[in-house]
């Protein structure tokens, strides 16, 4: 080794350290200073002997270029979720059922539950090669870019072991305010919490997005089975996932009776503010494996473990008066105008009613003290009105029984809560249309917020979704604060928006019931607006997540002449009316599937046929319904009749389901 791979080598070793004492353990054993000198010293080095960086190098870890999309990644383990305790009868139950099933002796580690998201991070040998987010347990995203940017990452283990491990990514509450502090300067959309938050910046395609956001992550298990490394419990695996060099969270505590467990959960009820990231919950975990073993898993999570659900926090405000919208569907929401007040983490100002009947019911009237809190932790919502302190001469709050944008009579459908405007001429309705045909996730229209379609349908440059593509910048220049360049911008994103796959214009539509995953569906489906014009409502129905709701909406909106003449006017300013999606294309001989012609048939004991189908052609095979020479494979599941007496007399290869699930798991 010469003298500067010698120093680049030290280099590497001290700033691993340094940097694993301040970021994992939280003790800084040299000033921030020092460490910067030693970064900026090897960031030199490397710049003039580029074949001198290790890929784990500290200076590797926003590396790389934007990406185009996340790749996906299969779990080699499958990453579960909990189920939920949320009050004292729910954890008595679990333990009751747990002593029931291996008796008395045995306890339990109770954990922080981070509120953060679920990732799962692959080692080998000893070195970071593959980060992933949970997805739907069994399929997530390689996130891998976003998570090197972590510091508490480590890129290099301690041991040279290959490993997976999970835990939870996080926003520290302190990186949330400065982040929603500059955003507010900059007039961008707050986050809600730190956890959308985080799971914000690891969605990013470029990894420099999420290196700016000081992100943060707890590893509380080893994915799969522990026992392989040695260990016997839980809590034997913390220590030796903190011996690794992985973040670990402090805060565990072992507990031998549920008494324990809950004076746990009373403690941290009380200091989670202190803390310096969110929390959301307690989870309890039974401590030795052999005893997880014996209690086993149900379908989605395991029975030796549970997560207590923190309530939702309750505060009090002013209700200063009602606010009524017409939606894109005629419904008209009432919604609270309040005093504003903080609410974890926000400060909220208005909150969701619902319908007349919420507020009926609980009496709400304008001046009442109101209690609030988040839905899901994300949307304001009233609890409910404090009746001892209601001022003096309020009334019972009415609805008006009329629309309030068009004045026709506002009418319940029976069955539904809802107050409706069923004029399809209401000027507030054509409005939310509009504003959702350009929304994000539908035609994606970027530079036309909602003023701007409001000016424009008031101003008569628009009547319809079909006029937004005749628009000129001339005309455009002419509203308020629009300048020639976004103008321009607007028109240019327009004619750009004429290319999007069908799917997205048929979410835009707004057909009733249809929402995005729907839409996407039926595109895939269909290919082109014309078939699906022409679909019947049995064609539709037969289509696995489409139900008879969502079929009679779709043929009905088909059905109206309206509709028909705003079609064909897309159509004519040039509106693609395809589906554009690609198929994966896999290699062939990647896997057994790629490229090869499968058939199902007869009943599947483990998998639907639509699991079946969806996984193969994941894989990059093609599914097709009847046995041809062109077939390469035929599953046959139980009772399987002609379709296989055909594949066995053209000689074509067969498998049972258990071969299947063999391959499917490879
Ligand atoms: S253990 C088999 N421990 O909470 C699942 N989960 O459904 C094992 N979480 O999204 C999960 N802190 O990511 C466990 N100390 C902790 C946790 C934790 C947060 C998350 C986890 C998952 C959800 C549980």
């Given at each position: ?32 200073a020092?460490y ?24 590797q870890?926003v ?9 996906k ?76 940017t ?5 890129l ?70 522990g ?5 016997d ?53 039974v ?110 709050y ?27 001429a ?10 959702h ?25 628009i ?85 008879d ?53 007869g ?6 046929r ?57």
């Amino acid at each position: 080794m010469n003298e500067t791979e010698q120093r680049v080598a030290e280099l590497n070793q001290l700033l691993h350290e340094y940097g694993y004492a301040y970021y994992v353990l939280d003790k800084p054993i040299v000033p921030d200073a020092v460490y910067d000198e030693l970064l900026h010293e090897l960031i030199a080095l490397e710049k003039a002997n580029p074949s001198l960086i290790y890929p784990d190098s500290p200076t590797q870890r926003v590396g790389g270029a934007v990406l185009e999309g996340f790749q996906k990644v299969t779990h080699q383990y499958p990453m579960l979720s909990l189920s939920n305790a949320f009050d004292e009868g729910d954890l008595r139950d679990f333990d009751r059922k747990i002593r029931q099933a291996i008796g008395d002796n045995f306890s339990y580690v109770c954990e922080l539950k981070i509120d953060g998201l679920a990732i799962s991070l692959r080692y080998e040998n000893g070195v970071f090669v593959q980060g992933a987010t949970r997805g739907d347990g069994s399929v997530g995203e390689d996130i891998t870019a976003n998570l090197k940017t972590i510091r508490a990452i480590p890129l290099r283990l301690k041991e040279p072991v290959t490993i997976e491990v999970r835990g939870e990514a996080y926003m520290p509450k302190k990186s949330f305010e400065s982040l929603n502090a500059a955003r507010a300067q900059r007039g961008e959309e707050l986050f809600a919490n730190p956890r959308n938050a985080a799971a914000g910046s690891l969605r990013q395609l470029d990894p420099k997005i999420a290196a700016s956001r000081n992100l943060s992550t707890f590893i509380y298990s080893i994915g799969g089975d522990g026992e392989a490394y040695g260990i016997d419990s839980h809590g034997e695996m913390l220590d030796y996932l903190q011996e690794l060099g992985f973040p670990s969270n402090r805060e565990r505590q072992a507990c031998a009776t549920v008494e324990d467990v809950l004076a746990f959960i009373t403690k941290w009820t009380e200091e989670r503010p202190n803390l310096p990231y969110e929390i959301d919950g307690i989870v309890i975990k039974v401590n030795r494996f052999s005893h997880q073993d014996e209690l086993g898993f149900t379908a989605k999570s395991p029975r030796w473990a549970i997560a207590y659900k923190f309530p939702a926090e309750e505060v009090v405000t002013k209700l200063l008066h009602i606010d009524l919208t017409v939606g894109r569907t005629g419904v008209i929401t009432p919604t609270a105008i309040l005093e504003p007040v903080q609410v974890a983490g926000t400060t909220v100002g208005r909150a969701s009613l619902h319908n007349e009947d919420l507020i009926r019911e609980k009496d709400i009237r304008i001046g009442d003290k109101v209690i609030i809190r988040k839905a899901g932790d994300i949307i304001p919502e009233v609890v409910g009105v404090i009746l001892d302190q209601r001022p003096e001469h309020t009334e019972p709050y009415k609805m008006p029984e009329h629309c309030i944008a068009c004045d026709s009579d506002l009418i319940r459908i029976e069955g539904e809560v809802a107050l409706r405007c069923v004029n399809p001429a209401c000027p507030a309705q054509i409005a939310e249309g509009i504003k959702h045909f350009v929304s994000r996730n539908a035609m994606n229209v970027d530079g036309l917020g909602e003023k701007v379609v409001e000016q424009l349908l008031r101003e008569r440059y628009i009547a319809n979704a079909a006029d937004l593509y005749l628009l000129q910048v001339e005309q455009l220049v002419q509203l308020d604060r629009m300048g020639q360049k976004s103008a321009t911008n607007l028109v240019e994103a327009l004619e750009k928006s004429k290319e999007n796959s069908l799917e997205r214009l048929l979410f835009g539509l707004g057909i009733r019931h249809v929402g995005e995953k729907a839409a996407k569906i039926l595109a895939e489906q269909y290919e082109t607006m014309d078939a699906l014009m022409a679909a019947t409502n049995t064609e539709l129905t037969n289509i696995h997540e489409i139900g008879d709701k969502m079929a009679d909406s779709i043929v009905a909106y088909f059905d109206n002449e309206e509709v028909k003449l705003l079609i064909q006017r897309l159509q004519g300013v040039g509106v693609n009316m395809t589906y554009k999606g690609k198929k994966v294309v896999v290699e062939a001989g990647a896997n057994p599937f790629a490229g090869k012609t499968i058939v199902l048939t007869g009943k599947l004991a483990q998998l639907t046929r639509n699991e079946a189908k969806a996984k193969i052609e994941e894989l990059g095979g093609t599914v097709s319904g009847s046995v041809s020479k062109k077939t390469d494979l035929l599953i046959a599941g139980e009772d399987a009749g002609s379709k296989l007496d055909k594949a066995q007399s053209l000689g074509i290869e067969i498998w049972d389901e258990n071969r299947l699930i063999e391959q499917l798991q490879q």
